[in-house]
């Protein structure tokens, strides 16, 4: 049982991105695409260079180097946590500012470069790594789009809020998941329900740079 609980637990986002995707407009459909499949190709390979070292390392129902899971994960809560705010609050997308792609690329460059540095040379945990990392890379981009500050924030918040399912499903699945699944020895050992406080302020710092990244990039704005 232990070793489908992470594929389970991420079933129920695929018909709320399905719902996001169709239900959305073709900038919508445009953003979601482009997030999930790039937040896609990220997570394996974090998960393989830093997460699974001091973090988590799920059970996988897939023997092998990279887990199919982390691939979906990636895709689901990259496309997801970037159009999250647009649905929640009803906002439609209009061009307001510069693209800004080169600084889009130094970003995401800037994003990896800051989490092997600080894992691999200043040997800070994976969590404060990839924490760090992110709140620099929003910051560049908040700091040119400040108009996209507060739906940076909403984004934040709302991607805590629909990642608690996949806590209680695995929960409610398999209540010793988390204890195969977490590193609790390099963790702060602050837990609810058996799950690592690590976890919920890595969502919401999550969605706080996904969820404007899209817009920084082609200089859209909302209505």
């Not at 407009?25 to 999930?36: A, D, G, H």
């Not at 399912?165 to 020895?185: C, H, M, N, R």
């Not at 702060?188 to 919920?200: A, C, L, M």
Request: with cysteine.
């Amino acid at each position: 049982m232990i070793k489908i609980v992470y594929l389970i637990s991420l079933l129920p986002y695929i018909p709320l991105w399905l719902f996001f995707y169709f239900k959305g407009s073709t900038k919508i459909k445009k953003e979601m695409l482009f997030m999930s499949i790039l937040v896609a190709i990220i997570s394996p390979i974090s998960s393989y260079l830093w997460w699974n070292k001091d973090w988590w390392q799920p059970p996988s129902v897939f023997s092998g180097v990279i887990a199919p899971e982390d691939i979906l994960l990636g895709f689901l809560f990259g496309g997801i946590a970037a159009v999250i705010y647009e649905f929640a609050f009803k906002k439609s997308l209009r061009h307001s500012a510069n693209s800004h792609r080169n600084g889009f690329i130094f970003l995401l460059v800037t994003l990896i470069v800051t989490c092997a540095v600080l894992f691999s040379l200043v040997k800070v945990n994976s969590f404060t790594a990839i924490t760090i990392a992110l709140i620099l890379t929003a910051a560049g981009a908040l700091s040119v789009r400040r108009d996209l500050i507060r739906s940076a924030l909403h984004s934040g918040l709302l991607t805590l809020f629909i990642s608690l399912p996949f806590y209680i499903f695995a929960y409610f699945l398999s209540p010793e998941w988390s204890i195969v699944t977490y590193k609790f020895g390099t963790l702060s050992g602050i837990t609810s329900y058996g799950f690592p406080i690590e976890e919920f302020i890595f969502w919401f710092i999550f969605g706080l740079a996904i969820g404007p990244a899209y817009e920084y990039l082609k200089g859209w704005g909302f209505k």
